[in-house]
């Protein structure tokens, strides 16, 4: 079922109970779910056995839609957290506001039995909801407190949108402005003042200097009306408290104005009160954001440089639900005039970080027992019962986003990042410029993860270019999969299981939990549904290009891709879009460009599988995975080797011998973070000569080994612990125990021309492991 352009598909988990689905042709309604089982019954048969049916095989029948959906119910905010925070008087009287609008919206609340009487002067059926607001303004009139039935109809719709903070009087959360009654239009003038000061080159006076020009330039704008307005009219003690509230002295009075020009948020209007970022349910609110790490790593070219994070945090548990650790590398020259393109987050990062929210994070080798979501806080069971995926799984919960809160940067507002969204039915929401409160949750993650992983891992850097350590570039260095590893470990083993100082039990209120406990006291009120990409929807993540395929092939970055025997023949035409002109869409992974995937439009709308698999020509010259930016390091080797971007066998091999280099480890005289045909510093001193490697002791006095001469022990046919208390024979043989002994071979003795004597004099024995005497 295709939803209108520019719509989100409807994807298998928006059904909800009171839904009307088509299932084989009926009509069904959705009563209850029960794991990965919905309950269906016919409309108007409620006295009937409902039909049991697996969701994933309801959604994937032929025939499935929701064909209706009931009206939303009101949905009552429960914001606990800001309503314990306001003063007791407005507690209480939001409070009493709020049992009169119950009794006014009688049907609307939702903890109210259905079969509860109304009063004969409330009752819906009887009066409408002018009538009903009309009677309870009048009841509270005649018990002294004098509304309007306008106040009262206010009453309820705030109600119904904010629940009980919305009940709660207005003027008392508005915070507190530093610039007081002053009219905005002044403190326009007061940076129009500074402003002008500086673009002039004048040197910055004293306050009263300003204040003086302010007030002439009010009475220039003014001149030809003859009368200032009463509000931009101030006493002198009014002024000094504008310019102390703006952090206007003096001696800052330009800096000031340069970093509010600059587009700094430190202004009046940052310091508005504000509410915080709350949600109810996981999923519901997701911030996204990427820095760097304060870590060097080695990247795929072999290269020492910096790394940049990316990770998504659901606001309700406080759970990190995905991340993704990439190089960052300025761009720079080559000494050739040639400029290298520099690397760090990309869009198609991005929505790997959204794609590993909706899947289970699988235990690898070598993690501990206390990594796994079978002994964690998480209800493993029950999320195992619905989706099979958790199986082995680590304890990081899967949630799927409903809204992604993102800033201005490119990989967010790229077109990849919106397609992903627009595909997986997620809402994205734009933080505002320069309002680190819009993000505020996923800004101090970041900062804790810093403390809490960064800095205790070698080649730590810090933040501060004057505390970073002078021997940071020549401490050992992690690898980029490495450092993945690592955070997610790290993720499971500590941020997961932690109490959280933004997390408090819904059961008892006082008493701190852990991402995954708060996870799971809500995943059991409001469910679990399994969200799985198909094959198709996971390549259609991937980045797009279109290309034109030739008899040769297409080329990507360099590459060629091409089948056997023709097999992309019957792509070498029009691919039957007009605005393509002749180009197909071709979809391929940065982290493995071995295969691209060409996507057929003609066959997806014949119902035929779209996607075919098309390989790199020269991927057998290359025996290990590679990335697209070590082949970007093999052309730029390449290159500077006099080499040509067109003959891709060569750079094929110069990648192949970049990464032999890389896996046999830094080699004595190679700078660290260097790639092997870095040139040498203009001032470098030559080599240190090779530390020959240390022979073995005794390695002169032992004879060469002859394998024919070694003669093989014989077996024993009695148990040990009887070799050595008898000399009988041996049981089964004919042979004594002093024979067996004689007949052991004889050490032979030392030679004399050695120049060494070990053995112990004759009179003295050497003495038996154990004998103290």
Not at 69 to 77: D, E, I, S, Y
Not at 666 to 681: K, L, N, S
Not at 692 to 715: G, K, M, N, Q, Y
């Amino acid at each position: 079922m295709n939803g209108r352009r520019g719509e989100p598909p409807p994807l298998q988990d928006s059904l909800a109970l009171g839904d009307t689905v088509r299932y084989r042709g009926e009509p069904w309604v959705v009563i209850a779910f029960c794991g990965p089982q919905v309950y269906l019954e016919r409309p108007g048969q409620a006295a009937a056995d409902p039909l049991v049916i697996v969701q994933r095989a309801l959604t994937a029948a032929p025939d499935f839609a929701v064909v209706s959906r009931p009206a939303q119910r009101t949905v009552v905010p429960m914001r606990v957290g800001e309503l314990q925070g306001l003063p007791r008087a407005l507690r209480k009287e939001a409070k009493r506001w709020e049992r009169h609008v119950k009794d006014v919206l009688h049907e609307q609340a939702p903890w109210i039995a259905a079969d509860t009487s109304p009063e004969p002067a409330f009752d819906p059926a009887l009066r409408t909801l002018k009538q009903r607001c009309r009677a309870k303004a009048d009841q509270l009139t005649a018990l002294g407190h004098t509304v309007s039935a306008a106040t009262v109809e206010r009453k309820c719709a705030a109600w119904r949108t904010g629940g009980l903070m919305g009940l709660v009087d207005k003027r008392s959360l508005r915070g507190e402005s530093l610039t007081g009654r002053v009219d905005a239009k002044v403190v326009d003038l007061v940076w129009e003042v500074l402003d002008d000061e500086r673009e002039a080159g004048r040197s910055p006076g004293t306050l009263s200097r300003l204040i003086d020009d302010v007030k002439r330039l009010v009475s220039a704008r003014y001149a030809k009306s003859g009368k200032v307005p009463k509000e931009l009219r101030c006493s002198q003690a009014t002024w000094y408290r504008l310019l102390a509230g703006l952090g206007i002295t003096a001696e800052n009075a330009h800096a000031v104005a340069a970093a509010r020009s600059a587009g700094s948020a430190h202004t009046a209007s940052w310091y508005t009160g504000r509410p915080a970022t709350l949600a109810r349910w996981p999923g519901e609110l997701v911030q996204i954001d990427t820095t760097g790490l304060d870590v060097l790593a080695m990247g795929d070219d072999g290269r020492v440089i910096s790394v940049e994070l990316t990770i998504a945090i659901d606001v309700a548990t406080r759970s990190i639900i995905g991340a993704l650790v990439v190089p960052k590398r300025h761009r720079r020259g080559d000494g050739t005039g040639r400029w290298i393109a520099g690397r760090a987050t990309r869009s198609f990062d991005t929505v790997q970080v959204l794609g590993q929210a909706l899947a289970p994070l699988p235990a690898r080798p070598g993690w501990g027992p206390a990594t796994l979501m079978e002994g964690s806080a998480l209800p493993y069971e029950e999320l195992l019962a619905a989706d099979e995926r958790f199986a082995g799984s680590a304890a990081r919960p899967v949630i799927k986003p409903h809204t992604v809160v993102i800033d201005h940067g490119s990989p967010y507002i790229s077109e990849d990042f919106t397609r992903a969204c627009l595909s997986l039915g997620i809402r994205v929401r734009k933080a505002r410029l320069r309002t680190a409160i819009d993000k505020a949750i996923v800004e101090r993650a970041m900062r804790a993860i810093k403390f809490g992983f960064s800095q205790y891992l070698a080649s730590y850097t810090h933040h501060r270019l004057d505390l970073r350590g002078k021997q940071v570039r020549k401490q050992l260095v992690w690898t980029i999969a490495q450092l993945q590893d690592l955070f997610e470990q790290w993720v499971v083993l500590h941020w997961q299981q932690t109490p959280h100082g933004g997390l408090r039990s819904p059961f008892h209120p006082g008493v701190k939990v852990s991402p995954n406990a708060m996870y799971a006291a809500l995943v059991a009120m409001r469910g679990y549904r399994r969200i799985s990409l198909t094959e198709s929807e996971t390549r259609k993540l991937l980045p797009a290009c279109y290309v034109r395929v030739t008899r040769k092939g297409f080329q990507l970055n360099n590459r060629t891709y091409n089948l056997d025997r023709g097999g992309l023949d019957a792509f070498r035409g029009s691919s039957g879009i007009a605005w393509l002109e002749g180009r197909w869409e071709v979809h391929c992974s940065p982290n493995n460009p071995e295969y691209a995937w060409l996507f057929d439009r003609r066959a997806d709308e014949r119902g035929e599988n779209p996607w075919v698999e098309v390989p790199f020509i020269h991927r057998r010259l290359l025996h290990d995975r590679w990335t697209e930016e070590a082949w970007e390091e093999a052309v730029r080797i390449h290159q500077a080797q006099g080499g040509s971007t067109r003959d891709e066998v060569a750079i094929t091999r110069v990648l192949a011998e970049l990464q032999r280099t890389m896996a046999a480890g830094p080699q004595p005289g190679t700078r660290a973070g260097a790639p092997p045909d870095a040139p040498a510093p203009a001032r470098a001193v030559g080599p240190l000569p090779a530390v020959p490697s240390p022979t073995p002791p005794h390695a002169a006095e032992l004879p060469p080994l002859d394998i024919d001469s070694v003669r093989p022990f014989r077996s024993l046919d009695r148990p040990a612990r009887d070799l050595f208390d008898t000399p009988e024979p041996v049981r089964g043989g004919t042979q004594s125990l002093d024979d067996f002994l004689a007949s052991l071979p004889q050490i032979p003795p030392p030679d004399p021309q050695d120049g060494s004597d070990n053995t112990p004099p004759p009179d003295h024995p050497e003495p038996l492991p154990g004998d103290r005497s």
